[in-house]
């Protein structure tokens, strides 16, 4: 099969000059049997079944390293999410993905769960009124939070919408979720290969939902959900007039008002960049000015920050089709962010927490990591009620 008769996404390939850099600054380039490299000349000789018969484009978090690193500026990434189109059109889904795009067909949400389980995290919110609880959902809110599944569906991760609620509250924000109206973002869907037509439907409802509510702007806390939200829903010709921000562009203003007091005991922490904030949404100064407002804490950052930072291995699916591998690459940043002798590795994402944190228990590394909402909402002066004096 000739690379110049497939779609012209594949036929990108041909400029690549096999210099290997974007094998050396793959995050799994140690653990794969092939390298990236390999799969490129595969493409360019035009063995693409052989190159589809790899799988390596599976073993991937879809960090774009490869990409920012390439000199000739290829778009890797999209050359992977094309094998992965191919791959399910050709095989159907791969591994566990076939029960988890059925789980999202029928429920819009990863985990299966009935819509009214998306206010479940509401319910034992630390520091809040029963009256601003009964009010989170509202009918018109010049903001809407967007949780996303993870936060909203994982126990584990109910810290984190739990935060921003407090601190929006605090600063006296007009605010509301969508609640039981929330769909996925649709992103599993993408990288699970079953292509930009397959979220069509997801962006519609969203955006109708948010503008249901008159809301200017929308709030997220998951990098990913703000990559789908701002390029995504986009490229899909949904477009809607509605500024996404990721709360680390909104909340410094915020904090700036000074109506939050929060503690000045001292403390270090080193900051990971989630790739789909960083490296793909270029949201790399305002996690740290947010970081500076807070009295008493000192960052220290990793060898590998800001477009540099290496990924967490929470991304792509790879947990999904290769657990063991993501694993590999998350013990790989934490062993970095140990270098810095912080107390905390803090993030803005959690899906890197969820894995940094499991590379930390493997490596029984003495670090704590928290979302930075988590981390923020802990550092409020509740001896004042957080009010400012
Ligand atoms: S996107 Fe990241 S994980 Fe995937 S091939 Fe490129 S560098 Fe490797
Ligand atoms: S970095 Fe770009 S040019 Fe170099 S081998 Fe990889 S794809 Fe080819
Ligand atoms: S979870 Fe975060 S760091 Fe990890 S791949 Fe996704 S965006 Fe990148």
Redesign the pocket.
């Given at each position: 099969m000739e690379v110049a008769a497939e779609k012209d996404i594949l036929h990108e390939i041909m400029t690549c000059i096999q210099c290997g850099s974007?094998s050396s600054?793959?995050?799994?380039?140690d653990n794969l049997d092939l390298t990236?490299r390999q799969l490129w000349r595969m493409l360019q000789m035009g063995l693409v079944e052989e190159a589809m018969s790899t799988e390596l484009?599976w073993?991937?978090?879809?960090?774009?390293?490869?990409?920012i690193?390439c000199p000739r500026g290829i778009p890797?990434?999209k050359i992977?999410m094309e094998l992965r189109e191919r791959y399910l059109e050709k095989n159907g889904p791969y591994g566990s993905m076939q029960q988890m795009t059925t789980i999202l067909n029928l429920t819009k949400s990863i985990t299966g769960d009935e819509p009214k389980n998306r206010l479940l995290w509401t319910e034992n919110i630390p520091d809040i009124t029963l009256e601003e609880r009964e009010k989170l959902v509202k009918d018109q809110a010049e903001v809407v939070y967007f949780t996303g599944c993870v936060s909203a569906l994982f126990p584990q991760a109910y810290k984190i919408p739990q935060s921003l609620t407090r601190i929006l509250l605090k600063g006296g924000i007009d605010f509301s979720l969508l609640g039981e109206d929330e769909w996925c973002c649709g992103y599993p869907k993408l990288a699970a290969g079953c292509g930009e037509d397959s979220i069509k439907d997801f962006a519609a409802h969203n955006i109708e939902v948010v503008k249901a509510k008159g809301a200017k702007t929308l709030l997220v806390s998951c990098p990913t959900c703000y990559h789908v939200w701002k390029n995504e829903y986009s490229n899909l010709g949904k477009q809607h007039q509605i500024e996404i921000k990721h709360y680390t562009e909104y909340l410094p203003e915020l904090i700036k008002q000074g109506n939050i007091q929060f503690k000045t005991d001292e403390v270090t922490i080193t900051y990971h960049d989630p790739?789909d904030l960083g490296r793909k949404s270029d949201v790399i100064e305002e996690p740290r000015e947010l970081i500076r407002l807070l009295p008493g804490v000192k960052l220290v950052e990793m060898r590998f920050t800001g477009k540099d930072s290496k990924?967490c291995g929470g991304?792509?699916n790879?947990e999904m089709t290769n657990s063991e591998l993501s694993l590999e690459?998350a013990q790989k940043r934490v062993a970095e962010a140990m270098e810095t002798n912080a107390q905390y590795l803090v993030t803005t994402c959690q899906q890197c927490k969820r894995t940094l944190q499991n590379a930390v228990r493997k490596n029984r590394a003495r670090l704590k990591v928290y979302d930075l909402l988590e981390f923020i909402a802990e550092r409020i002066d509740t001896t004042t009620g957080g009010e400012a004096k």
């Amino acid at each position: 099969m000739e690379v110049a008769a497939e779609k012209d996404i594949l036929h990108e390939i041909m400029t690549c000059i096999q210099c290997g850099s974007c094998s050396s600054s793959c995050p799994g380039a140690d653990n794969l049997d092939l390298t990236r490299r390999q799969l490129w000349r595969m493409l360019q000789m035009g063995l693409v079944e052989e190159a589809m018969s790899t799988e390596l484009f599976w073993q991937c978090t879809t960090c774009s390293m490869c990409e920012i690193r390439c000199p000739r500026g290829i778009p890797l990434n999209k050359i992977i999410m094309e094998l992965r189109e191919r791959y399910l059109e050709k095989n159907g889904p791969y591994g566990s993905m076939q029960q988890m795009t059925t789980i999202l067909n029928l429920t819009k949400s990863i985990t299966g769960d009935e819509p009214k389980n998306r206010l479940l995290w509401t319910e034992n919110i630390p520091d809040i009124t029963l009256e601003e609880r009964e009010k989170l959902v509202k009918d018109q809110a010049e903001v809407v939070y967007f949780t996303g599944c993870v936060s909203a569906l994982f126990p584990q991760a109910y810290k984190i919408p739990q935060s921003l609620t407090r601190i929006l509250l605090k600063g006296g924000i007009d605010f509301s979720l969508l609640g039981e109206d929330e769909w996925c973002c649709g992103y599993p869907k993408l990288a699970a290969g079953c292509g930009e037509d397959s979220i069509k439907d997801f962006a519609a409802h969203n955006i109708e939902v948010v503008k249901a509510k008159g809301a200017k702007t929308l709030l997220v806390s998951c990098p990913t959900c703000y990559h789908v939200w701002k390029n995504e829903y986009s490229n899909l010709g949904k477009q809607h007039q509605i500024e996404i921000k990721h709360y680390t562009e909104y909340l410094p203003e915020l904090i700036k008002q000074g109506n939050i007091q929060f503690k000045t005991d001292e403390v270090t922490i080193t900051y990971h960049d989630p790739c789909d904030l960083g490296r793909k949404s270029d949201v790399i100064e305002e996690p740290r000015e947010l970081i500076r407002l807070l009295p008493g804490v000192k960052l220290v950052e990793m060898r590998f920050t800001g477009k540099d930072s290496k990924c967490c291995g929470g991304g792509g699916n790879l947990e999904m089709t290769n657990s063991e591998l993501s694993l590999e690459i998350a013990q790989k940043r934490v062993a970095e962010a140990m270098e810095t002798n912080a107390q905390y590795l803090v993030t803005t994402c959690q899906q890197c927490k969820r894995t940094l944190q499991n590379a930390v228990r493997k490596n029984r590394a003495r670090l704590k990591v928290y979302d930075l909402l988590e981390f923020i909402a802990e550092r409020i002066d509740t001896t004042t009620g957080g009010e400012a004096k």
